[in-house]
């Protein structure tokens, strides 16, 4: 592991042990929530990955130190600090070597956290290819590092604001399995539906600990997306998100929003318009897939 990473205690002596660990992003604290609801989750988050048998693992880059875990002085300060840089894989060598403030995306937080040895982790829903992808070249590079680096995805499907049956399509070109948890749909973040059949089905935390091991043990490098559908009684109605989410493109394009700034924006324009629904949505399934993915780097521990 490179000297670059620096392991909270606890963290380390449960990856020394043998013992679950859950990685978790922490854009969702400096960009995808406003403060203090941002904090707040993110404490509830990593009590809920205790609650169900694993140790935390938020990674951050704080004055250019990649930890991997966070205390809670940590946690506020990367939640109430202006400026932080949202950092994906082109960002990260440069955010470290100018010891700047990093909140780590999808791909940045599986590249640390396979650095770490971490092989679970848990975020809201990934990135993937956005609408109009056939002229912008809009590609996130989550789905990149999904094709290459061996750790477990546990999100709610692909953020509903992209286009999910590309997304669905590309991952299936990177060789990147796609597994719902008890649902032949696969979810689309806000809603339980996309209209789109998920490619594979299983049912227990224990069934998707075998199906990992065993991908891995044939040496087929590379992440698995596991899909989980927000609970019920939370979800957003998927045709009435559809009509916020056009809006907030439109939106997007008047204003000429671009690249990073993108997703940012359409979650906060789309906030707005839902009176806040939405981000109490956005809450539940960050914890819904916490919950979830503790139970299977649990599982996964004891194979």
């Not at 990685?23 to 609801?37: D, F, V």
């Not at 590309?166 to 070109?173: H, N, Q, S």
């Amino acid at each position: 592991m490179t000297p670059r990473i620096h392991l909270h205690p606890e963290v380390a002596q449960q990856l020394q042990q043998g013992g679950p660990v859950v990685a978790l992003e922490s854009t969702i604290i400096a960009h995808g929530m406003p403060y203090p609801q941002n904090v707040q989750t993110a404490r509830e988050v990593e009590a809920i990955v205790r609650e169900n048998g694993a140790v935390p693992a938020t990674i951050a880059i704080l004055d250019g130190k990649i930890q991997v875990g966070l205390d809670q002085r940590q946690l506020e300060s990367l939640g109430n600090t202006p400026g932080v840089w949202k950092v994906s894989l082109r960002d990260l060598p440069f955010v470290v070597s100018e010891k700047l403030n990093g909140a780590t995306t999808v791909a940045a937080t599986m590249h640390i956290a396979h650095l770490a040895g971490i092989r679970v982790f848990v975020t809201g829903g990934i990135g993937g290819v956005h609408r109009g992808a056939e002229t912008s070249m809009d590609i996130s590079a989550d789905l990149t590092e999904m094709g290459r680096t061996s750790v477990a995805v546990v999100a709610a499907g692909v953020k509903s604001i992209l286009d999910i049956g590309l997304t669905l399509e590309y991952l299936e070109t990177l060789g990147v399995p796609v597994v719902t948890f008890g649902s032949e749909e696969f979810p689309s973040f806000y809603s339980r539906g996309s209209g789109f059949q998920s490619p594979l089905r299983l049912d227990s935390p224990d069934a998707i600990a075998r199906f990992l091991r065993a991908k891995w043990d044939l040496e087929l490098n590379g992440s698995a997306l596991i899909a989980n559908p927000i609970p019920s009684e939370q979800e957003f109605p998927f045709a009435e998100m559809e009509q916020h989410i056009r809006a907030a493109l439109d939106a997007a394009e008047r204003q000429s929003i671009r690249g990073k700034s993108t997703t940012p924006f359409l979650l906060k324009y789309i906030a707005d318009a839902t009176g806040g629904d939405s981000l109490a949505s956005n809450i539940a399934l960050v914890k819904n897939n916490a919950a979830l993915g503790a139970r299977i780097a649990t599982a996964f521990s004891s194979l």
